[in-house]
């Protein structure tokens, strides 16, 4: 089911939670289109602390949109289109906004950038303030958000090493194939620690092999027995499964998917078998890559590692700084505990977090001393529905 843009507020708010609840789908999809009623938007935004970020255009020579030659809204379905996936939460959602800024500052068409936000459907901010949110940011962003149905995932989700791994949006990439609209058959999944620094159509247009499924930088230097347990090592039938492949590590925080075939190839329940076996047999302790490993490691498109310097946010315990690997940079990605947003408010940032800072659009106080402002203005219900 679709709401599009904010004519559900025609809808009474009884009547959309039972379609949340009994609707058989996994999530909803709100589909942001110019704002005109109410409160205005830069008044929403300043409530949240977020400037607005530039409009950028197309430069020239880029494609044309069928709804720029018809004056339609653009939809996902447009062939001319770059798709990206991020989730969109209130606690990343500076980073995420500071994400988004960096891939239409480095775009050279960013008109052709559609962007496909996850959200949860439980979060402390609802899908449709951060739909709105988005909006107030970037007025003439094509996107769409999609609410998360967090039962969809929550009884597979196992203990990790740290806490924030065990969010069910984690996990939310594992059903891009079901959430994104059918037309689309290629995304490119970001994480929302990360910047950009170069154009995103050139990692759009990396070529996938035949019966390649996703396409990321991989680090076959690291130690990849580490990611799993002894259990899994010392069961002759488990450890057996990567059989012939040569298995190398990759970081989920960016990959190129090819959404038809993960559809007809059903890796969503490949993956969510191996999610299964962990929750009766413990094989793993980090969250939601060693699925990916499993089923992915040793049949991944290999992708330049320029687009994923990754590890800039530190180990997973203690976060501290890290230094660049060796060679270009097309994409800084602050995976690992430490991020920059949170320890340039400390006042203890690492040195590159001040590049991430460039991008950075929320100059306000903390995300719940506005959230609390914009209740007592104007309630929720008055606003959405």
């Not at 159509?201 to 499924?213: D, N, P």
């Not at 990916?292 to 290999?302: A, I, K, M, Q, Y």
Request: glycine letters at 8%.
């Amino acid at each position: 089911m679709v709401v599009s843009g904010f004519s559900a507020g025609l809808i009474p708010a009884v009547g959309f939670l039972l379609v949340l609840l009994y609707s058989p789908l996994m999530c909803l999809g709100i589909r942001s289109f110019p704002y005109n009623g109410g409160a205005a938007i830069s008044d929403f935004n300043g409530l949240f602390g977020f400037s607005e970020a530039p409009d950028y255009r197309n430069g020239v020579g880029c494609p044309s949109t069928a709804a720029a030659k018809s004056a339609d809204p653009v939809t996902s379905c447009d062939p001319s289109l770059v798709h990206v996936a991020m989730t969109l939460d209130s606690e990343y959602l500076r980073g995420s906004m500071a994400a988004v800024h960096s891939v239409l500052r480095h775009a050279s068409c960013p008109e052709q950038v559609f962007f496909h936000f996850v959200a949860a459907e439980f979060d402390s901010l609802s899908p449709r303030v951060l739909t709105r949110l988005v909006q107030s940011i970037f007025p003439s962003l094509n996107f769409k958000v999609y609410i998360f149905r967090e039962d969809t995932v929550i009884n597979l989700i196992s203990s990790s090493i740290r806490s924030a791994l065990e969010n069910p949006l984690n996990y939310a990439r594992n059903y891009l194939g079901d959430i994104i609209d059918p037309c689309v058959k290629r995304v490119i999944y970001l994480d929302s620690d990360l910047v950009l620094v170069d154009d995103i159509t050139k990692l759009w247009e990396v070529k996938m092999s035949a019966g390649k499924i996703i396409g990321a930088p991989e680090y076959c230097h690291a130690n990849f027995t580490k990611y799993f347990t002894d259990n899994f090592w010392s069961d002759p039938v488990l450890s057996r499964v990567f059989g012939s492949r040569k298995p190398c590590y990759f970081n989920t925080g960016v990959m190129v998917m090819d959404l038809e075939k993960w559809r007809e190839g059903h890796f969503r329940k490949k993956i969510e078998n191996w999610m299964e076996l962990q929750r009766q047999n413990r094989i793993y302790e980090l969250g939601s890559l060693p699925p990916f490993l499993l089923v992915f490691g040793g049949n991944v498109e290999p992708i330049n590692h320029r687009w994923n310097q990754h590890g800039l946010g530190g180990d997973n315990v203690a976060g501290s700084c890290r230094e660049l690997h060796p060679g270009p940079v097309s994409l800084l990605h602050w995976s690992g505990k430490g991020k920059p947003w949170v320890r340039l408010d400390e006042k203890r940032p690492c040195p590159l977090d001040h590049l991430w800072e460039p991008y950075d659009l929320y100059k306000g106080k903390s995300m719940v001393q506005h959230q609390q402002r914009l209740e007592q203005l104007v309630g929720y219900s008055s606003y959405f529905f």
